[in-house]
Structures are given as C-alpha cells and as structure tokens.
Nanobody, 125 residues
Framework: VQLQASGGGLVQAGGSLRLSCAAS????????MGWFRQAPGKEREFVAA????????NYADSVKSRFTISKDNAQNAVYLQMNDLKPEDTAVYYC???????????????????WGKGTLVTVSS
C-alpha cells in the first residue's frame, strides 16, 4: 500500500487549503482512511477519518465545522478541505489507512496499518 499526501503550504489565518491523499496498492473497500497531524514538539493527533465503504466520517473536536474529509472512489483519493485555518493548525499532516477499523477506534493511531509521508501546513497569524 502506498499513500501519497500533498497540498500543504503556507497560508494566512482564516485561509483555506485542501490536502489530497493518493492511495494505491490494493482495493480499499474495507479500509478506513484517516488524517493525522503532528505539530512541532507535540505528539501525533487524530484529525479526521472516513470509511471507504459507506463514507461515514469522524472528526476531532478541534476541527469539526472547519475541516471536511471526503473521498473519490474513482481516483482512489481522500481529501481534507481545511477552512478558517488557525495558527494552531500548523503541523505536518499525515494520511493513513487501516483495515476494518471499527467506528470506536477510528481516532486511534494504533488502528492504522499504513502511513504516508506527511505534508507541511503552516498557518501564519
């Protein structure tokens, strides 16, 4: 499995970015796709996740109503639309995939089997 995240960059507070994750290597129908982030000096944390089959989503409280996770089955891609960005959103964002993750485990780092290299998002104040 290969996951390639892209779309990071520098944006002013209040701005928007869309991250993309290109997934390849297998059929992802039974997978959950997640976005996590790691700020300098902090632990990696959950941001959002989506079930490939059915499309149910889960968000961290800190990004709910500002971020939207979505998928494109035809492109085998997952997206993270980030609006109203804040300086505290500055982090390296990682795409991850996990097989058969149950809803109650979607926020857990250890539930994910595959990780892509991150993409840096910097939000200036």
């Amino acid at each position: 499995v290969q996951l390639q995240a892209s779309g990071g960059g520098l944006v002013q507070a209040g701005g928007s970015l869309r991250l993309s994750c290109a997934a390849s290597g297998r059929t992802f129908g039974s997978y959950v796709m997640g976005w996590f982030r790691q700020a300098p000096g902090k632990e990696r944390e959950f941001v959002a996740a989506i079930k490939w089959s059915g499309g149910s989503t889960n968000y961290a409280d800190s990004v709910k109503s500002r971020f939207t996770i979505s998928k494109d089955n035809a492109q085998n891609a997952v997206y993270l639309q980030m609006n109203d960005l804040k300086p505290e959103d500055t982090a390296v964002y990682y795409c991850a995939a996990g097989y058969g993750i149950i809803t109650s485990s979607m926020r857990l780092i250890r539930a994910y089997d595959y990780w892509g290299k991150g993409t840096l998002v910097t939000v200036s104040s």
